[in-house]
């Protein structure tokens, strides 16, 4: 896409050419709990593979935040945890590599898993977590992949954890 006369354009990439501009110099504070969606290269729908979901889910699993609830859509990721010391930014850059060099591994391939950039959305003190979560579990439901919450397969791959911790 970009940016014309205050409109916007779609590229025939479909890439977004200003993307790396929308939210530079990111605020975090740690302890707040922050919902972070990042979408793969391509939009390419990797996630039907669980081995390669599971490998991502690793990564999560293993970052330096408390993650409360996660969930992997073919194509993308919401992922919603409370941060550590290390910066938003710093979290996902390195969620994000330490995932793809996993997924390239399996695959004996190379190059980049995710697009560039990511949506975050800081959780207010009055936001209830548990409801978020719920929200993102619920995600393959409300995208038609599944008609009920006990019918995700295997392959679509998500984790809760309903303790909800005390936030900023």
Not at 12 to 37: C, I, N, Q, W
Not at 71 to 83: A, E, K, N, S
Not at 125 to 144: F, I, Q, S
């Amino acid at each position: 896409m970009n940016l014309r006369n205050n409109k916007v354009v779609r590229l025939p990439t479909g890439v977004f050419r200003y993307s790396h501009l929308l939210r530079k110099d990111r605020f975090s504070e740690p302890g707040h709990a922050y919902m972070v969606t990042t979408v793969t290269e391509g939009r390419a729908r990797l996630f039907i593979d669980w081995r390669i979901g599971r490998a991502v889910a690793r990564e999560l699993v293993d970052a330096p935040v408390e993650t409360l609830a996660w969930v992997l859509i073919p194509d993308h990721l919401h992922w919603l945890f409370v941060l550590g010391d290390e910066g938003l930014a710093v979290v996902v850059r390195t969620m994000k590599s330490r995932s793809a060099r996993a997924v390239n591994h399996l695959l004996a391939h190379e190059g980049s898993m995710w697009q560039k950039g990511y949506h975050d959305h800081a959780i207010r003190r009055e936001e209830d977590l548990c409801k978020l979560a719920r929200y993102m579990v619920a995600n393959p439901l409300r995208a038609g992949l599944v008609e009920k919450i006990r019918g995700i397969p295997f392959g679509m791959l998500f984790g809760c954890r309903w303790r909800v911790p005390s936030i900023r």
